[in-house]
């Protein structure tokens, strides 16, 4: 599975941002597909998630200002950033979780959101 994330930038605080994530399968065949950030000298924390039946989940920090949805078309998870913060700045990475007996983990290569104050 190939995972390729876009749509990061640079934003000032209260603004938005949409990432991608373009998958090389079906988003379908995924248990859980997600985003996960990482900042300067921390660890890689969850976003936000969204099981195979549609069920999200989101980090307290980000709940009521980002969206995670999907669109099976196109075989793409996107995350909908609005009212950015200083501290919403980190690599954020696409997730995949297939289930085959066990569950394996893919990545993307990220994707830098900087936000300015």
């Known amino acids: 599975v190939q995972l390729v994330e876009s749509g990061g930038g640079l934003v000032q605080a209260g603004g938005s941002l949409r990432l991608s994530c373009a998958a090389s399968?079906?988003?379908?065949?995924?248990?859980?597909a997600g985003w996960y950030r990482q900042a300067p000298g921390k660890q890689r924390q969850l976003v936000a998630t969204i099981a195979s039946n549609g069920n999200t989940n989101y980090a307290d920090s980000v709940k009521g200002r980002f969206t995670i949805s999907r669109d099976s078309a196109n075989n793409t998870v996107y995350l909908q950033m609005h009212s950015l913060k200083p501290e919403d700045t980190a690599v954020y990475y696409c997730?995949?979780?297939?289930?085959?007996?066990?569950?394996?983990?893919?990545w993307g290569q990220g994707t830098q959101v900087t936000v300015s104050s």
């Open positions: 399968r079906s988003i379908f065949s995924f248990y859980l």
């Open positions: 997730n995949a979780k297939v289930l085959r007996i066990t569950f394996y983990d893919y």
